[in-house]
Structures are given as structure tokens and as C-alpha cells.
């Protein structure tokens, strides 16, 4: 009897000490730690509304949650869509992790697209992919829940929208990699003053009527009015949606022929923009200091701000300008982590994923995001980070991105998505009416859902 006594405490006495590390890093989770020893990190392989009313998920999977967590340890076979610099700092991030855990091996792979092909046993246990893949991969059970993974106060901890387009069913299907990229009002301080800023598109108007445009030298708003971005912005200025309440696609209406009718007449009713830019004109002209104004994505904000640029461009953010005395809300899209269905019945392979994400999900390993990626971290802690909340541009960012919405996609969301393409384009050049053009996203919308 004395001898298992010992042997209880001194049980415990572990688990206190390991869930003391994580509280150093800002969570309350205790997840048993090892001593750090040399990096192991292995294998790097490669391999081949706004929001939609989605059809009911399948029946939530339930995953049995062990107390407390077995240590971290084991091989993460981790398939990846990151860009070079996004990809760096993983790295960097697998061999901290490995440090504490030093039993832990990852097998990295980059992949593109919403396809996973895989050789059998070396299905991916953790993906890093855009969130928009959510929908698609929840429908297909090809990624698990992660509610039985994490307490309700962790998951509380990420900005308020911005699980919005991960959530489904009453179920988190994947964490939030950064807050998101979104439509902003850029503008040049070297030709606008901070307070001269329009806040709505009638003061655009009396702006550009006092700096007309001068073509190949001076524009004094330009935007990329075929974005179909920018379109379920003002769609919803205007009270419309692209999805009813059944789900289907519900574009040809009175909303969604204001709205084209107000691209439209932007370009020749009230010659506030020319049709040419697309972004990477748009980002020259910018560039060379020839636009005011210019709506564009949010993940080209860093490339504004190079020390080259410092003599004809000074870069200042605002919120997109209001409409209908309206703010628009912009879709969002970003990255996340998902958890694969090949993890489903390995609770120790659950347990080091787990522990992972409390990692990079902490204050400390949010900080990359801002200095080394220019995004914005998905956390409140994060965004409450000096190195944020000191920042004007990044304010000014983070300001939009919490007035957008991230998407669930489903299929009859796509389906929408690429039927407003080209009727929209054709409207914006003057080639169809606003009626002919709602009619025609419509009849695509429709015939594209029976494919």
C-alpha cells in the first residue's frame, strides 16, 4: 500500500510540473512534457447569408478523450499548402515543438488543391490548407471534429468570426493558421491626407469629380470591379445573398440587379474607375504612385511598404467606404489546420496533434505571424499583441477583417461562385445589362449545379 502511494504522488507531481509548462505559455492544458534534447525533424517529402445554408453533416464523429493526455511522441505525416516564407517558419516552429518532444517526427509534404491522394498508411494526419477546403473535406469525412480535443475556454480564445467559416453542425472542423486576407481601402499619403479619406462611395464621388482621372498618369480610385469579392460586398449593401434559405442559388433578384447596376454605372455613370486594372495592374500603378485610392486584397500589404517604394508611396489602410450608409463586409480567406481522418482511432497520435496546436496557438508562437508574414493572428491574445495594437496598418487590417465573414463552403456555394464570374465581367465592360447579367448568373449557377 505505501508503495503505490509513492508511486501516486509522485504521478502527480509530473502532471503538475508538465501542466505548468503550458501555462507559460498562456494555456491551462496539461499535456505531460519531456526534457529537451536534440531536434528530430525528418521527411521533407512531397507528394502528389453571405454564408451558404449547407445540407445536414453526417453524424457527428465522436472521439474518445483520454484523462489526462498521453506525452506527445510518435511520427505526424503533416501535408502542407504554404508559400516559402509560410513554410520557413512551420520549420522553425517543428523544431521548437521538438525541443519539448523530442519523440515527435514530421513528415512534411506540400500539396495543392482539394484532392488527397495518398499512399495507404501515409495518410495525412495534419493539413495545412485554405479554409475555404472545410466544406468539402467535413462532407467527404475526410477530416475530424476537433471539439472533444480542446476545452470550450481554448476555442473561445480565437477572434469571434473568425471560426465562423470552420464550424459546421454544431462542430469546429479545423483551427484558424492566421485571421484571414480581405478587400481594404488602400490609399497613398503622398497624394491624400489621412483626414481627406472618403467614408462612403458618395464622398468617393465628389473626390474623384475634384482629381479626375488622367489616363497612363493619375488615377483617384481604381478597384478591380469583377471581383466577385467586391460583388457580395456591395450585394449585401443592397440586402441580397447568393444562397436562399433552401440552400439554392438566389441571384436572379432585385438585390443582385442593384448591385450590378451599381458597378455599372461606377464605371460610366459617375467614371469613378476605368474597367482595365485587374490587382496586378492595380498593384503597379499603386506602386509607381499614380492611385489615390485603391480597393484591393489584403495579403499584398507588405509589398506596398518596401523601402524602394518610400519616395512615391506612402501606404495608409481604411475601412472599405460605405454604401446605403451600410459597411461592407467582404468575405475572408485564410489558412487552417485540419486534423485527418487517419488520426480517428490513435489516441496517442491525437494527443501529440493536440498538443501541437495549444503550441503554435500560443501568444509566443503568434508573433511570427505579424513579423515575419505580415498576417494578423487569429487569437484575441494575439490581437491584443503590442506589436499589433502599435501598428497603424495592422489596426486598420485587423478593423476589416473583423467586419468580414468567412465562408463554409458547400457545393451550391461554388457552383454560385463561378456562375457570377463571367456575367459579371460582361456587365462591368457594358456588354450586358444588369438584368441580362443577374438572369445569366442564374441559368449558370443552375446548370453548373448538375454537373
Given at each position: 500500500m505505501g508503495r503505490s502511494l509513492v508511486k501516486y504522488l509522485g504521478l502527480l507531481?509530473?502532471?503538475?510540473?508538465?501542466?505548468?509548462?503550458l501555462a507559460a505559455c498562456g494555456l491551462s492544458y496539461a499535456t505531460p512534457a519531456t526534457s529537451p534534447t536534440a531536434l528530430t525533424l525528418t521527411g521533407k517529402g512531397s507528394s502528389s447569408a453571405m454564408l451558404g445554408i449547407a445540407t445536414p453533416p453526417p453524424s457527428p464523429t465522436v472521439i474518445p478523450t483520454p484523462t489526462p493526455w498521453p506525452a506527445p511522441q510518435g511520427e505526424i505525416v503533416l501535408w502542407e499548402q504554404l508559400n516559402p516564407a509560410q513554410l520557413t517558419v512551420l520549420q522553425s516552429k517543428?523544431?521548437?515543438?521538438?525541443?519539448?518532444?523530442?519523440?515527435?517526427?514530421?513528415?512534411?509534404?506540400?500539396?495543392?488543391?482539394?484532392?488527397?491522394?495518398?499512399?495507404?498508411?501515409?495518410?495525412?494526419?495534419?493539413?495545412?490548407?485554405?479554409?475555404?477546403?472545410?466544406?468539402?473535406?467535413?462532407?467527404?469525412?475526410l477530416i475530424l471534429p476537433l471539439d472533444p480535443l480542446f476545452e470550450p475556454k481554448f476555442l473561445e480564445g480565437f477572434a469571434p468570426n473568425v471560426l465562423q467559416g470552420l464550424s459546421f453542425g454544431g462542430q469546429v472542423w479545423a483551427l484558424p493558421y492566421d485571421f484571414g486576407q480581405t478587400l481594404l481601402l488602400y490609399y497613398n499619403k503622398k497624394l491624400v491626407e489621412p483626414d481627406e479619406v472618403p467614408n462612403s462611395w458618395e464622398a468617393f464621388t465628389t473626390y474623384v469629380r475634384a482629381n479626375p482621372i488622367k489616363k497612363n498618369q493619375y488615377y483617384p480610385f481604381a478597384a478591380d470591379l469583377t471581383d466577385p469579392d467586391l460583388l457580395l460586398a456591395i450585394l449585401g449593401a443592397f440586402g441580397g445573398s447568393l444562397l436562399d434559405s433552401q440552400n439554392q442559388p438566389h441571384l436572379n433578384t432585385e438585390p443582385m440587379r442593384q448591385t450590378l447596376q451599381f458597378l455599372q454605372d461606377t464605371v460610366y455613370k459617375y467614371k469613378l474607375a476605368i474597367v482595365e486594372p485587374n490587382?496586378?495592374?492595380?498593384?503597379?500603378?499603386?506602386?509607381?504612385?499614380?492611385?489615390?485610392?485603391?480597393?484591393?486584397?489584403?495579403?499584398?500589404?507588405?509589398?506596398?511598404?518596401?523601402?524602394?517604394?518610400?519616395?512615391?508611396?506612402?501606404l495608409g489602410v481604411a475601412h472599405l467606404p460605405r454604401l446605403n450608409g451600410q459597411e461592407l463586409t467582404p468575405p475572408s480567406h485564410g489558412l487552417a489546420y485540419f486534423i485527418g481522418r487517419a488520426a480517428q482511432n490513435d489516441q496517442a497520435k491525437l494527443a501529440t496533434l493536440r498538443a501541437f496546436l495549444l503550441f503554435v496557438s500560443t501568444p509566443e508562437e503568434q508573433r511570427d505571424l505579424p513579423t515575419l508574414l505580415k498576417l494578423l493572428p487569429p487569437t484575441q491574445a494575439g490581437l491584443n499583441d503590442p506589436l499589433v495594437k502599435d501598428d497603424p496598418l495592422l489596426v486598420a487590417v485587423a478593423a476589416q477583417l473583423q467586419n468580414s465573414k468567412a465562408i463554409w463552403s458547400t457545393p451550391e456555394w461554388k457552383a454560385v461562385i463561378e456562375a457570377v464570374r463571367l456575367p459579371l465581367r460582361n456587365v462591368v465592360a457594358d456588354r450586358a445589362s444588369a438584368t441580362e447579367g443577374a438572369a445569366a448568373m442564374q441559368d449558370l449557377a443552375l446548370k453548373n449545379l448538375k454537373k
Open positions: 507531481i509530473v502532471l503538475w510540473g508538465c501542466g505548468g509548462l517543428i523544431e521548437a515543438f521538438q525541443k519539448l518532444y523530442p519523440e515527435v517526427q514530421f513528415d512534411l509534404h506540400h500539396f495543392e488543391g482539394e484532392q488527397i491522394n495518398s499512399e495507404p498508411g501515409r495518410e495525412p494526419h495534419l493539413l495545412i490548407a485554405p479554409n475555404v477546403l472545410a466544406g468539402a473535406w467535413q462532407r467527404s469525412q490587382y496586378a495592374t492595380l498593384g503597379f500603378l499603386f506602386r509607381a504612385g499614380r492611385v489615390s485610392f485603391m480597393i484591393a486584397r489584403s495579403e499584398n500589404l507588405a509589398s506596398y511598404q518596401h523601402p524602394d517604394l518610400s519616395n512615391r508611396l506612402e
